[in-house]
């Protein structure tokens, strides 16, 4: 049963920390998007790669977050340092060559305190 | 650019009623059209999409929704809820192989 792995799954640090998360996309998919849930702004795109090149990134705060592609295997988003403000659920999601559609993970719920 | 307005951000409607989810969407190329659920606790689930061809189409568990392209419109309908439909919906639009933007969401209540 192929799907898009997140970890971690739940996450809770302190202001000023760094915070990684980690996406594994489905095997032979070529496009990873990253997608930030609140409830004021509901689904932001924060960013997206096409066959591990970032194609915009223009949704994301440029001084604290960073995303990347090390391999086509993993995907990561890095917060440093985290503010209370970044606190929300964060989404990945692939899709196959060719066509377009979004198979999302589970989430990373994440809490800065 | 492209851009979603759902027009609803709740919806309550009686168990077995038929409901109707509006999505208005703006672009400027041709787009695609899409529909997700959110489950609580639970990633975006495709419902269905509209790529090309029929206008009426039809997804899983029961959903359908119409492309009207000159209305902008792609609005989701079910003849008959069930209370498992409680969840959140997504109407989403999105250039071919481009990034896909969402609406804000729509809450769907069923009363028992």
């Known amino acids: ?4 792995t997140q970890t971690p799954r739940d996450k809770v640090t302190e202001m000023g920390q760094e915070v990684t998360m980690r996406c594994q996309p489905i ?7 990253w997608y930030r849930q609140t409830m004021m702004q509901g689904l932001e795109l924060l960013a997206y790669f096409r066959n591990r090149a970032p194609l915009d990134d223009s949704g994301m705060p440029k001084d604290r977050f960073s995303a990347e592609m090390p391999d086509a295997t993993l995907a990561t988003l890095k917060i440093q340092p985290s503010e209370p403000r970044d606190s929300a659920v964060y989404f990945c999601a692939s899709g196959p060559e060719g066509d377009t559609e979004a198979f999302f993970g589970q989430g990373t719920r994440l809490t800065v305190v | 650019a492209q851009s979603v307005t759902q027009l609803d951000s709740q919806v309550p409607v009686f168990e077995e009623a038929p409901v ?8 400027s190329v041709s787009v695609y059209l899409f529909w997700y659920v959110q ?19 039809k997804g ?28 959140e919906y997504f109407c989403a639009v999105s250039g071919l192989s481009d990034k896909i933007i969402f609406g804000k969401g729509t809450r769907l209540h069923i009363l028992p």
């Open chain 1, 1 to 4: 049963d192929a799907r898009v």
């Open chain 1, 27 to 33: 095997l032979g998919h070529n496009t990873v998007f």
């Open chain 2, 20 to 27: 109707e989810l509006r999505c208005n969407y703006s672009s």
């Open chain 2, 39 to 57: 489950y609580p606790n639970q990633g975006l689930q495709l419902l269905l999409k509209y790529l090309s061809g029929s206008t009426l189409v």
């Open chain 2, 60 to 87: 899983i568990n029961g959903f359908e929704a119409e492309f009207n392209k000159s209305q902008t419109s792609f609005h989701l309908r079910k003849p008959s809820v069930h209370i498992s439909d409680t969840a």
